[in-house]
């Protein structure tokens, strides 16, 4: 075949966001806000499609999300033909809707991997944020049933300035649980996070609290055989260096929207980017040929700072919805970057942290009446 790019090398991870349909409403989801739009998704035979040419180009890793991947009753289906397929596969879940039937069906079909998210460490914080007063209790019940049935135990925390300061609580839940790895990743903003940045981003002094909780609790854990990997991830808008985004623009990632919308990113579509759908394309033609996968791999296409800066191979401009979002031009250097003419924005966001009130009743929630709200306009 005749390549755009010959250097470009296969993907290696499959996100498959099967639905959007999700019972909970976190205000941080990294959902699109109009995600009520879509309202198709692909059948179970497009997507085993999808897996197959995947695997094919050489994709080791798959991970099923949404949404709620739950929701789909031919998720066992789905994680078969994965995994017949040679995929390890990985499930990222609320846990909602979640039963022993279930994590038996997928055991059988093959799992390797459950990872469960929790909105915060106790009920009555969990329910405020997840729009839900039974989540707590379910996602308790369900990760002690994953770990019954032998997975490994990966519990994630989406953190902020609402939960942030209860890090300590966090981990003892987590250790209770017997969680093998946990993430306390602090909220990136994108989607939903990104409408309710100014009452979800966590001051500079709440980050420094939580970095030295953990790293006591890591000191304290060493050894134990318990919590072996602890990793707290926190927000770019403290850096002075944005992150080297997806490891590159179609590098080693490839994610496929419910409806099947290819992109580089799970963040992408709000990109005024043309993407292209598996519907109409191989994952063949979309990855190595198509406009979008090619629109910001390598440099060239780089304005200054970055395209004489030396740092542009270790953080390849940062994040381009970052870009587009922050300056209107997803071309621009990613504004975390202090070489960003509009890094401004960034050391603006950081002063609102420490002044503003907003509560957790006053964020937007991300449900399907508000998604309807702000695509109408
Ligand atoms: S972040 Fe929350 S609302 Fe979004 S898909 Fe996950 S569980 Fe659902
Ligand atoms: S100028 Fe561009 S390439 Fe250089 S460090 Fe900043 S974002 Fe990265």
């Known amino acids: 075949m005749n390549r755009l790019n010959p250097a470009v090398k296969p993907p290696l991870w499959l996100l498959a966001e099967l639905t959007y349909r999700c019972p909970l409403q976190c205000p941080y989801c990294s959902n ?4 009520a739009k879509q309202e198709k998704e692909l059948t179970t035979a497009q997507w085993i499609k999808v897996f197959e040419e995947a695997r094919e180009m050489g994709a080791v890793q798959i991970g099923f999300s949404g949404g709620e991947p739950l929701v789909r009753k031919d998720l066992p289906e789905l994680i078969r033909a994965a995994r017949d397929l040679g995929f390890y596969t990985n499930l990222i879940t609320s846990g909602i809707g979640l039963n022993e039937k279930k994590i038996d069906a997928f055991a059988d079909a093959g799992l390797d991997h459950i990872q469960i998210s929790f909105q915060a460490s106790d009920e009555t914080l969990n329910a405020a944020l997840a729009g839900n007063a039974k989540a707590f209790r379910q996602k308790l019940d369900m990760a002690k049933a ?4 032998g997975y490994p135990m990966v519990l994630n925390f989406v953190l902020h300035r609402h939960n942030i300061d209860q890090i300590d609580k966090i981990i003892d839940l987590s250790i209770e649980l017997e969680a093998d790895d946990v993430e306390l990743a602090t909220c990136q903003f994108y989607g939903w ?5 100014e009452g979800l981003l966590p001051t500079r002094d709440q980050i420094a609290r939580a970095e030295n909780v953990v790293h006591q609790y890591r000191e304290k854990m060493a050894g134990t055989g318990n919590l072996a990997n602890l990793l707290f991830v926190t927000p770019d808008y403290y850096e002075e260096r944005p992150k080297g985004c997806m490891g590159g623009w179609g590098a080693i990632f490839l994610s496929v929207t419910p409806e099947g919308m290819a992109l580089p990113c799970h963040s ?3 990109l005024p980017v043309e ?12 990855w190595y040929d198509s406009f979008g996968f090619n629109k910001y791999r390598g440099f060239d296409w780089m304005p200054e700072p970055c395209r004489s800066c030396s740092e542009k191979e270790k953080d390849f401009g940062g994040c381009r919805c970052q870009a587009f979002m922050l300056t209107g031009n997803a071309d621009n250097a990613d504004p975390v970057c202090s070489k960003s003419e509009h890094h401004g924005q960034i050391l603006a966001a950081r ?3 420490n002044c503003t009130n907003i509560q957790i009743n006053q964020l937007q929630f991300r449900n399907r009446a508000n998604s309807q709200l702000i695509f109408k306009g």
Do not use: G, M, Y
């Not at 994953?146 to 049935?149: F, I, N, Q």
């Not at 996070?193 to 940045?197: G, K, M």
């Not at 993407?275 to 979309?286: H, K, W």
């Open 32 to 35: 699109p806000l109009d995600f």
């Open 146 to 149: 994953v770990k019954a049935h």
């Open 193 to 197: 996070a990104q409408l309710n940045r």
């Open 268 to 270: 992408a579509r709000q």
């Open 275 to 286: 993407f292209p759908s598996v519907l109409n394309n191989t994952l063949q033609e979309i």
């Open 351 to 353: 002063e609102q942290a």
